[in-house]
């Protein structure tokens, strides 16, 4: 049988920190308000002319540097994003040529939050069917594009960031399972509803192009859904949650992983938080988690990994793997 392993692992946030006490500045909210309802103390913002493409090449490279192997080596590229650089080409071709892999299937999947773990699960499909030896797998995003500064139900949450995997064919699990999940009944809870196709609002600013959430609504369904994702995985891992070492679940909102946790029995000694320090990059926030748990030395090779996931669409997806 062929799994798929994680062998390198890389990030990339923007240089620019915005914290609680900054924003507390120009919007009518505070730090204790953000802090005691989501966990967030500051997040990074991209600079004017620094994109998704950007952060995906920064944290691609490092990946294949700690994974030891070359851009030419990579067979396939799938990058969730739902902040591509521009419409088409997709943000995974215009990294592929600025890492010189050109020649490989390249593609961006737009799930949202979840974008991360459902090309981790994609990619995955590649491998064990013999498609794929080496795939770079990249979660990246600038949210704060979309963001209207003013508006401090939606502008206190988001950050920039990206974060990428190199995966390799190998007869060791690797990932164990993946489990992807998607209701477009509950597109309006969480949504930018203008595009190419609907067309933008030229009388709005931005073009209309702007995060709207109905958070309230959006928290009780993303800890129900949740809940019931992370037993999905582990009945299809076969494995029992006591078996997992660590928890690397979507930076949304601290108390929305605090649940998680609670409904898995972990404490939260074993569960990967960057929220304080990231915010919500959406796509980019699980492999940032992942980056971040691996180069700290929390997350160590044999260990088992719970990777989860929900954002908008609602779409919600999770993976069990052995790292
Ligand atoms: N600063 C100060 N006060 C605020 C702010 C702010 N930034 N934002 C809202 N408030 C006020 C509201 O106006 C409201 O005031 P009122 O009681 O006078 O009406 C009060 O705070 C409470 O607002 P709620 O929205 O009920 O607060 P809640 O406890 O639900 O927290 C939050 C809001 C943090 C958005 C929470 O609902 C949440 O995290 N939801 C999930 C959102 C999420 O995870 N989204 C992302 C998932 S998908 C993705 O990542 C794209």
């Not at 967030?40 to 600079?47: K, P």
Request: charged share 20%; with cysteine; hydrophobic share 45%.
């Amino acid at each position: 049988q062929i799994y798929s392993r994680i062998v390198g692992t890389g990030s990339a946030l923007p240089e620019r920190v915005l914290t609680n006490a900054d924003l507390e500045k120009f919007v009518d909210t505070s730090d204790e308000w953000i802090r005691e309802r989501t966990g967030i103390r500051q997040r990074h913002v991209a600079a004017e002319g620094e994109t998704t493409g950007d952060l995906s090449t920064l944290a691609a490279q490092r990946a294949l540097e700690a994974a030891g192997v070359k851009a030419s080596e990579i067979d396939l590229i799938v990058l969730g994003t739902t902040t591509p650089d521009i419409i088409f080409p997709s943000t995974a071709c215009l990294v592929q040529h600025r890492l010189g892999a050109n020649g490989c299937a390249a593609f961006d999947v737009n799930a949202a939050c979840s974008g991360f773990v459902y090309a981790l699960g994609v990619a995955d499909k590649f491998i064990r069917s013999g498609q794929s030896k080496k795939v770079l797998v990249i979660g990246a995003e600038t949210l704060t594009r979309m963001v209207r500064w003013e508006e401090r139900e939606t502008c206190v949450l988001f950050g920039d960031g990206a974060g990428a995997v190199v995966l390799e064919a190998s007869s060791e699990p690797g990932i164990y399972a993946t489990c992807l999940h998607a209701d477009g009944g509950y597109k309006e809870l969480l949504w930018n509803p203008v595009g190419v196709s609907v067309g933008f609002k030229d009388d709005e600013p931005n073009h209309g192009v702007h995060i709207r959430m109905s958070g309230r609504e959006v928290f009780k369904v993303a800890v129900k859904t949740l809940d019931a994702l992370v037993e999905e995985t582990l009945k299809a891992a076969n494995m029992e949650a006591a078996q997992l070492d660590w928890l690397i679940p979507h930076q949304a909102n601290l108390r929305i992983i605090e649940a998680t946790a609670k409904r898995l029995g972990m404490p939260m000694e074993q569960v990967i938080v960057t929220v304080d320090k990231h915010a919500n990059t959406s796509a980019g926030s699980v492999p940032l988690a992942l980056d971040f748990a691996v180069r700290s030395g929390k997350v160590r090779r044999g260990q088992n990994l719970l990777l989860e996931a929900f954002g908008g669409g609602f779409t919600w997806a999770s993976a069990l793997l052995r790292y």
